[in-house]
């Protein structure tokens, strides 16, 4: 499986644009990309996933170089709302992989 | 739809004692998960499944066994409980196939060993 590597901490203003980025230099040819939000005392709950290029949904997009060995999750206008951790995933599209988490970026949004 | 279900909400035990925590999922997934969360760190995996009838080591399978018998549950047992495993406890499911798939998660179990 491909370890990825966030930032631990990132601090952002409300109404700023974020960008969180992973490293995950082996990452295999079947592997995807999935980011998740993590508020306290919850589970993770999906963001966003993607293979290559660039993925765009109603909450974040997800930007994917050619070379695939990292991703960055932009979150648009955040609010006090967005404080929470964010998770990289990266797994194979195959049945009964172990997906691993990384040790998530803990974004705090201040007004 | 209920999604991920996980009973109880809170344990506390003492060292020693056993228990067993229940994740059931409505949504017919295949795959199944158990995390640990420790404060202020990230998920780690504990057991998994690909369906019914299997399981699987993950990252910190010390101490927990898992059991897959039908395949909407998801149980996963401390014979003699720690203070090491006091914890948050997530199940995830996720269907086949799909990249990773999307992830669902219960809300946790909150487990205290004393």
């Known amino acids: 499986l491909a370890k990825t590597t966030q930032p631990i901490s990132m601090d952002s203003y409300e109404g700023q644009e974020v960008n969180i980025t992973c490293s995950h230099n082996?990452?295999?040819?079947?592997?995807?990309i999935t980011w998740y939000q993590q508020f306290p005392s919850q589970g993770p709950r999906f963001i966003i996933q993607?293979?290559?290029t660039k993925v765009t949904n109603e909450v974040a997009s997800l930007f994917i170089p050619a070379d695939r060995k990292s991703s960055t999750l932009s979150l648009p206008r955040v609010s006090l709302s967005d404080t929470a951790v964010y998770y990289c995933?990266?797994?194979?599209?195959?049945?009964?992989?172990?997906?691993?988490f990384g040790k998530g970026t803990t974004l705090s949004v201040s007004s | 739809n209920a999604g991920v279900t996980q009973t109880p909400k809170f344990r506390v035990l003492k060292t020693g004692q056993s228990m067993t925590l229940l994740c059931a999922q409505d949504?017919?997934?295949?795959?199944m998960y158990w995390y640990r969360q420790d404060p202020g760190m990230g998920l780690r995996l504990i057991h998994y499944?690909?369906?019914?009838?299997?399981?699987a080591k993950g990252e910190v399978p010390d101490g927990y066994n898992v059991s897959r018998l039908k395949k909407q549950n998801f149980l996963l047992g401390l014979e003699s409980a720690a203070p090491s495993q006091t914890s948050v406890y997530f199940c995830?499911?996720?269907?086949?196939?799909?990249?990773?798939?999307?992830?669902?998660f219960g809300e946790g179990s909150r487990l205290t060993v004393l």
């Open positions: 995830a499911s996720n269907l086949a196939g799909a990249g990773t798939g999307e992830l669902f």
């Open positions: 993607g293979y290559k």
């Open positions: 082996n990452i295999a040819t079947n592997d995807y």
């Open positions: 949504m017919n997934h295949e795959y």
């Open positions: 499944s690909v369906g019914e009838g299997t399981t």
């Open positions: 995933l990266v797994g194979p599209n195959q049945a009964g992989t172990a997906l691993i």
